[in-house]
């Protein structure tokens, strides 16, 4: 195929746009400016409350907690699976279920 390029990026800190540069077999040479960024790490700041029992809700606070994506699919506790009751980027509810998650 050569209309697309697939490729993993390794990690990195920097967070403004760079350039891409390709190199192909032939030694041509293909590139556009400021074309990538890399998103930081998202984190979690606090979790309270810090314990309680099943089917306690749990707020998660932090920064880009969906990790750049739209949503959150999964939070464990341990390996019991919670219910998430709302999400925002930077706070989730979730209610702290009963049941090992099945692997």
């Known amino acids: 195929n050569d209309t697309v390029v697939v490729v993993v990026a390794a990690q990195s800190v920097a967070t ?7 190199t192909a077999n032939t ?9 990538f960024a890399y ?3 998202g984190s979690v700041t606090a979790v309270t409350p810090a314990s309680g029992r099943l089917g306690a809700y749990v707020t998660i606070a932090g920064s880009s907690l969906f990790g750049y994506g739209s949503g959150v699919e999964t939070v464990l506790f341990g390996a019991y699976a919670a219910t998430v009751v709302t999400a925002l980027d930077s706070e989730i509810v979730v209610r702290v279920g009963g049941n090992p ?3």
């Open 27 to 35: 030694g041509a040479v293909i590139a556009t400016s400021a074309a």
């Open 101 to 103: 998650k099945s692997t």
């Open 39 to 41: 998103n930081t790490k």
């Open 16 to 22: 403004a746009p760079g350039d891409v540069v390709m």
